[in-house]
């Protein structure tokens, strides 16, 4: 269980985020979103323990990062693919790491296996690993431990379409054998592909949480008629608010049922009839971190 509460964090006189706070439970993927210079790293470094919160806390299992004994058994961190030492082989970097983390050379060769990175890949000097490859080897780092918790920012950056896919399932399998992750990611489709939950950060506060299919579901009914004027007036008619929907249709706020009655009870003809939005998370994202600062918290409950 990762809990952000109430974190905020100064850098002298600049307020990199305010007053953040999300929760991230068993069993399920949050997609951390937002644009650049929004907070989304500053956030993963206090939970991690490399930044110092102003105010707030920021946990895994109720307790700090730091006070975690022996951490890298449970949470795996993957915060910088390129922060690895450019003159080892792969399989030296996790054999180390192994060493500290108190786990088996069984252990090295298993994620090595997992991450696509076993045989001569492992070999390799990291320096001479593309960026894909780097990718794979934190996350095999972040795996090593065999933890509970994932941590990652940007773990597809630099793979393939094969990778990302692969990828995906990696995290969700996690997932669902009752992992926790915590991902931040600019590749929008693959975090709407993957995620439970969402939370949305601009200008350093949080713009949007709750679960995928709530947030991006949208609400109302839209409609279609080949005479919207005299659909307009049916569903008023019918006590149904109605406003303008996406090209000549209209949203009814109300459910199918009670709107497809309406427009029966009123002689009316309709071309279409399904629930509104869906536009998906690019739509979202746009939508709430292009506004003009005057963002109010989009929430629902999951």
Same mark, same amino acid.
């Given at each position: 269980?990762?809990?952000i ?12 985020v305010?007053? *953040? ?12 979103l ?21 105010s ?6 109720g307790?700090?990062?730091r ?6 058994r ?20 996790l054999?180390?790491?192994? !060493? ?24 390799k ?7 894909g490859m780097?990718?794979r ?13 994932l941590?990652?920012? +940007? ?5 393939d379409?094969?990778?990302?896919f ?11 054998r ?8 600019h590749?929008?489709? +693959? ?8 939370v949305?950060?601009?200008?350093g ?23 919207? *004027? ?19 249709? !209209?949203?009814?706020d ?7 009655q ?9 071309? +279409?009839?399904r629930p509104?939005?869906g ?8 939508s ?10 989009? +929430?629902?409950?999951?």
């Open positions: 269980m990762i809990t509460d109430s974190l905020t964090k100064r850098y002298g006189a600049q307020l990199a305010s007053d *953040v706070s999300f929760s991230c439970t068993p069993g399920t993927v949050t997609g951390f937002g644009p650049n210079g929004a907070g989304k790293s500053t956030t993963l470094r206090a939970l991690v323990g490399l930044a110092t919160p102003t707030g806390t920021a946990t895994i299992g307790r700090a990062y006070d975690l004994p022996n951490a890298g449970q949470v795996g961190v993957l915060l910088d693919a390129g922060a690895q030492h450019a003159g080892r082989t792969g399989r030296e970097v054999t180390l790491a192994a !060493l500290v983390l108190g786990v088996g050379q069984e252990r090295v060769d298993e994620v090595l296996g997992r991450v696509g990175l076993a045989g001569k890949p492992a070999a000097r990291v320096g001479n690993y593309s960026l780097k990718q080897l934190g996350l095999a780092a972040a795996l090593l431990g065999d933890p509970q918790v941590v990652l920012d +940007e773990p597809a950056n630099g793979l379409p094969d990778g990302i692969w990828m995906r399932g990696l995290l969700r399998g996690f997932a669902d009752g992992g926790t992750v915590l991902l931040s990611s590749l929008l489709r +693959e975090v709407e592909a993957v995620a439970d939950q969402l949305v950060i601009a200008g506060r949080i713009v949007a949480r709750g679960s995928k299919q709530e947030l991006l579901g949208g609400r109302g009914t839209l409609v279609r008629g080949p005479d919207r *004027v005299v659909l307009e007036r049916a569903l008023r008619t019918a006590g149904i608010a109605v406003v303008p929907g996406e090209g000549d249709g !209209l949203v009814a109300a459910d199918p049922l009670a709107v497809g309406a427009v029966a009870a009123a002689g009316a003809v309709l071309t +279409e009839l509104a939005g536009e998906g998370l690019e739509e979202l994202f746009r709430l971190t292009h506004a003009d600062g005057s963002q109010q918290v989009q +929430e629902v409950a999951a």
